[in-house]
Nanobody
Framework: QVQLVESGGGLVQAGGSPRLSCAAS????????MGWFRQAPGKEREFVAA????????VYGKSVKGRFTVSRDNAKNTVYLQMNSLTPEDTALYSC????????????????????WGQGTQVTVSS
């Protein structure tokens, strides 16, 4: 059983740069892709970013590309999401997810390709 625990969310002013963390346990972390998704009230879940098992490949959703950076530290079993230039439109519940298959390429961007999810951390951006 994989457990994912996010942290780092909260109330942030527009233009802020928080970093989210997701600590994983229960499986060989370094063999699986990791993804970040977000969901705002009344909206569908949106793909944010993904990073490959070794960190060498990354992909971003259109709305965050150029502002967010995903990374991972396999020694710490942790994946990060550095968020820059936040706007109120980035307000959402941010969740990390673990890839369904080991060493899968290309990086998946659909929720169905991830089989373990954290509870999420709320990010609220004030204008």
């Amino acid at each position: 059983q994989v457990q994912l625990v996010e942290s780092g969310g909260g109330l942030v002013q527009a233009g802020g740069s928080p970093r989210l963390s997701c600590a994983a346990s229960g499986r060989t972390f370094s063999s699986y892709n990791m993804g970040w998704f977000r969901q705002a009230p009344g909206k569908e879940r949106e793909f944010v970013a993904a990073v490959s098992w070794g960190g060498g490949s990354k992909v971003y959703g259109k709305s965050v590309k150029g502002r967010f950076t995903v990374s991972r530290d396999n020694a710490k079993n942790t994946v990060y999401l550095q968020m820059n230039s936040l706007t109120p439109e980035d307000t959402a519940l941010y969740s990390c997810a673990a890839g369904r298959l080991p060493r899968q390429l290309p990086l998946p961007v659909g929720g169905n390709d991830y089989d373990y999810w954290g509870q999420g951390t709320q990010v609220t951006v004030s204008s």
